[in-house]
């Protein structure tokens, strides 16, 4: 049985406390509001080296974001492994509140998984928003012997291994689209891998390689001296309207290169949507959009839950790719 004075005591206690803050409003005084999300600039890890593509799309956007989320985006590096090491340090040493984001290039951080028991795992992160997508594509000295994709075909055939390619990451997915595109046409080139997109360039500058498999951005950032052969896109790219796409030229192959935001999956669901929800409103913004394009990217903005699912899609659809990859691994 309920003791009665116990009960009346408690009753009067919260009766009490009732008049108590009806008091206090009638004063004006309130109780503390919870601080409104962000409070704070966003850190934004880069997982490749300064001067790459990855970079310059960050850069774009902290220049942008701060009108659309109220706070700014602080850059810090932490390259290593194509995104791989940035990845492992976002959900294990940051903290998950909302303040530390990775940039992602999708393939890459789906690939590590596939290729690695060790390390970060899909589950381990969620998607923010992607901003565009890159179509990969085959890249040649502008005042080399090179004019056309048969052309450098031709020539690798003539001489196997004796061309080489450059590709920022020795398990990037530009690494990748070096193994497909030379496995459909059947020209023996081999792959030099850099770390980062920068250290590429400066490889091809100095004759370390005669081919660049890596993004379209390249060709419109550095068109003075790049020759780009074919883009592995669906249709020419208005950034590069000259190009050819591979499946023009007979290859029925399409590969993107994706700039996403990601979070560590434990990173409470109400402050991903407010980042994705600034990305959505920065993506419409014309003067975003141009400087986008002046390093070589079409905004392609996706929510959370859309990168989510086409992340999904390219994990189902490259089983013999992540196959292909493990065993150039092994060797």
Do not use: C
């Not at 997508?133 to 004796?162: I, Q, R």
Request: no cysteine.
């Amino acid at each position: 049985m309920t003791n009665s004075k116990h009960f009346n005591v408690g009753r009067r206690f919260v009766l009490g406390m009732g008049v108590a803050l009806s008091s206090l409003a009638m004063l004006g005084v309130t109780a503390p509001a919870q601080a409104a999300y962000p409070e704070k600039p966003i850190t934004v890890v880069i997982g490749w080296g300064a001067g790459g593509g990855m970079d310059s799309a960050a850069r774009v956007a902290e220049k942008h974001i701060e009108k659309y989320l109220g706070q700014p985006l602080n850059i810090v590096y932490k390259p290593g492994g194509a995104g791989k090491v940035s990845h492992n340090l976002l959900v294990s040493q940051y903290e998950p509140d909302g303040y530390t984001i990775a940039i992602a290039n999708i393939p890459n951080q789906v690939i590590q998984t596939k290729l690695s028991d060790e390390g970060f795992r899909l589950n381990d992160l969620q998607w923010v928003a992607n901003q565009a997508f890159v179509p990969l594509t085959v890249m040649v000295k502008k005042d080399g012997p090179f004019k056309t994709l048969e052309d450098l075909v031709k020539a690798a055939k003539a001489d196997p291994g004796k061309i080489k390619a450059g590709a920022p990451g020795a398990t990037s997915g530009a690494a990748a689209f070096h193994y497909t595109w030379t496995k459909i046409t059947g020209a023996p080139i081999t792959l030099i891998p850099y770390s980062g997109g920068s250290k590429t360039y400066k490889g091809f500058l100095g004759g370390e390689v005669e081919v660049i498999s890596s993004n379209a951005n390249w060709a419109v950032r550095y068109e003075d001296t790049i020759h780009t052969l074919a883009i592995a896109a669906e249709k020419r790219s208005p950034l590069i309207p000259d190009v050819p796409t591979f499946k023009e030229l007979g290859y029925d192959y399409v590969g993107n290169l994706s700039r996403t935001y990601s979070a560590s999956a434990k990173v409470p669901k109400d402050r991903v949507k407010v980042l994705s929800d600034a990305f959505a409103k920065m993506s419409e913004d014309p003067a975003y959009i141009e400087d986008m394009k002046k390093v070589g990217l079409d905004v392609d903005y996706l929510d959370s839950e859309a990168t989510a699912k086409f992340v999904a899609k390219f994990e189902s659809e490259n089983g013999d790719a992540f196959k292909i990859m493990k065993e150039k691994q092994r060797k």
